[in-house]
Antibody
């Protein structure tokens, strides 16, 4: 079955760029059946959707983060990535990647999820 | 403040049934049959329990069911078990540019 695994630095300095990668195994990003997504969860708080990407490179971002977010895909490596610029302490969170349903017949769900990676923004 | 409103906590005894509500607007929960529910145990990633209001992914117990009436969706867990104790989040597709909104989460305690 499909599995996702996040990787990247656990500590980022304020004003710098947070960069994470999600490796997908057990299935191909290029199958075109799903979108791929990033979601975050600040410590002790709820979930926030960051954005979607399709294997073609088409993206959708949460408007609240759009000016700072870039999601990209590398189909040759079967992975997708997140970049969040100009980070502050408010961006400290567990970042999850997930496969997403986004079509006219089924939408808004995420399954499965990666295990998550805590990114702390601190000097 | 989350876009979807959930009760902060619910509780029930083993064997009982509980229901968690998720209230939105006609732009999200009420306008589309795209509500999903997630179970999250401490320190773990969320797990999809219900999607498209009432569909269960393969492997999810049939003790979990979903429904919707107007702008409010509900997750019902029957035959409550100790392992059901977790945080539960709802989410919905939304016609706004946000595309996806989550509830604030509900902590389920099995007494």
């Amino acid at each position: 079955q499909v599995q996702l695994q996040e990787s990247g630095p656990g500590l980022v300095k304020p004003s710098q760029t947070l960069s994470l990668t999600c490796a997908v195994s057990g299935g191909s990003i290029s199958s075109g059946d799903y979108y791929w997504s990033w979601i975050r969860q600040p410590p002790g708080k709820g979930l926030e959707w960051i954005g979607y990407i399709y294997y073609s490179g088409s993206t959708y971002y949460n408007p609240s983060l759009k000016s700072r977010v870039t999601i990209s895909v590398d189909t040759s490596k079967n992975q997708f990535s997140l970049k969040l610029s100009s980070v502050t302490a408010a961006d400290t969170a567990v970042y999850y990647c997930a496969r997403a349903g986004y079509s006219s017949s089924s939408s808004g769900w995420f399954d499965p999820w990666g295990q998550g990676t805590l990114v702390t923004v601190s000097s | 403040q989350s876009a979807l409103t959930q009760p902060a906590s619910v509780s029930g005894s083993p064997g009982q049934s509980i229901t968690i509500s998720c209230t939105g607007t006609s732009s999200d929960v009420g306008g589309y049959n795209y509500v999903s529910w997630y179970q999250q145990h401490p320190g773990k990633a969320p797990k999809l329990m219900i999607y498209d209001v009432s569909k269960r992914p393969s492997g999810v117990s049939n003790r979990f069911s979903g429904s919707k009436s107007g702008n409010t969706a509900s997750l019902t867990i029957s035959g409550l078990q100790a392992e059901d104790e977790a945080d539960y989040y709802c989410s919905s597709y939304t016609s706004s540019s946000t595309l996806v909104v989550f509830g604030g989460g509900t902590k389920l305690t099995v007494l």
